[in-house]
């Protein structure tokens, strides 16, 4: 028990600004934070908290949540973005939560299989994805993947279990894991490339391990940028489809400014997305205190000048009441507001 407590204590760093763990850049001094980087550590962590009365929060990248300005003192906010790891057997392509879904793209150009293009420059890390059911066009991370690992936190043991994707109960941007305290730990692919793929598919997950700030956007285009550059220089060719993302993304403004991308989810019963409605109401370019509604994209509310928490959710209800009025419904938020 002392060295699992003196490992809690290791594993968690104080007074850690949240703002620099979340694509959005805004948020308060965690008094606890912690990257755990293997299951050993995260689970270390996860009990302390149970032996130390300690809530916990879990994040990846950060990329579509608003953290408060304020962080609650008896929180551990754990991020997964150190949690980089692949297992690559004969039959199996075992992928950790916290690889960013764009490696993704990466490693099918690389490794030959296809498929994976629309993960291209898509901010997140695989749990997040898995979660969440990340999405581009037609595409989502549930049509990728094979059997998801995860720890059921209600569980005293903590035990690891596995479910096939069939049984994850995947929609648009739902899925079970919204519906039970479950963490994800990672996931087999379908697609599994050659043994050999393993020595240049370490490189590539030690490169970004190795890269600071792993949560800003514009530096998060860089790297993925550069290393799709590098490959290209190697001789293979970018699919038109990753071309057509960066164009798309870059058009959009994705990368300029902090952000955690659509803030509500479309309603597919109303038929029109929630960007066009925002048009329609003339909001695009609205500001208050540092977060404006893109002038880009009518769904993407940015951290245009040291925006608050605050700041990002009066324009959350700005659009809410805009929309509610003129169209009849309230749009509902994607973005996760974490207490
Ligand atoms: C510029 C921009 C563009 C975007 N474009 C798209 C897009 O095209 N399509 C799309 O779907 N999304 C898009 N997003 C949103 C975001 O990329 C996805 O929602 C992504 O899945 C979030 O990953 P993350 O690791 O950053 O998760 P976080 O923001 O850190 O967490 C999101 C939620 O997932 C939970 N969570 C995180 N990891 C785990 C885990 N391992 N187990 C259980 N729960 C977990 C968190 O508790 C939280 O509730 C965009 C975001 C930005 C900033």
Redesign the pocket.
Known sequence: MLNNRMMFEDLCMRNESLADH??YQIGGKANFFAMPETVEELLTLLQGCRTHGLDY?????????LFPDNPREDTLYI???KFVYWDISPSKWFIS??TP?SMLAITGLMFGISGYEFTYL????L??????????NQH??SDIIKTVY?VDLSDPSLAVQSLDVSQCKYGY?QSI??MNP????GADMLAVPDEKQIAPGNELLARWKAKKGM?G?ASFYTYMDGEATQLMKQGLAIPQEMTDIAAY?NGKC??TYP????VFKNNYDYGVPVGALVDRLNMKGLEYGGAMISPHHGN?IINHNHATAEDIKYLMNKIIDGINTAFGFEPEP?V?I?K
Request: one cysteine or more.
């Open positions: 979340s694509s929060f879990i994040c990846g990248m950060g990329s579509n949540l991020s997964l973005k939560s916290g879904m898509l901010p997140g890390g749990g997040a994805g898995i979660y969440m059911n990340a999405k581009y989502q991370i995860y941007k894991f919204q479950w963490l994800v730990l949560s956007l993304r994705h990368f952000s955690c991308g659509s993407m994607e996760v974490v």
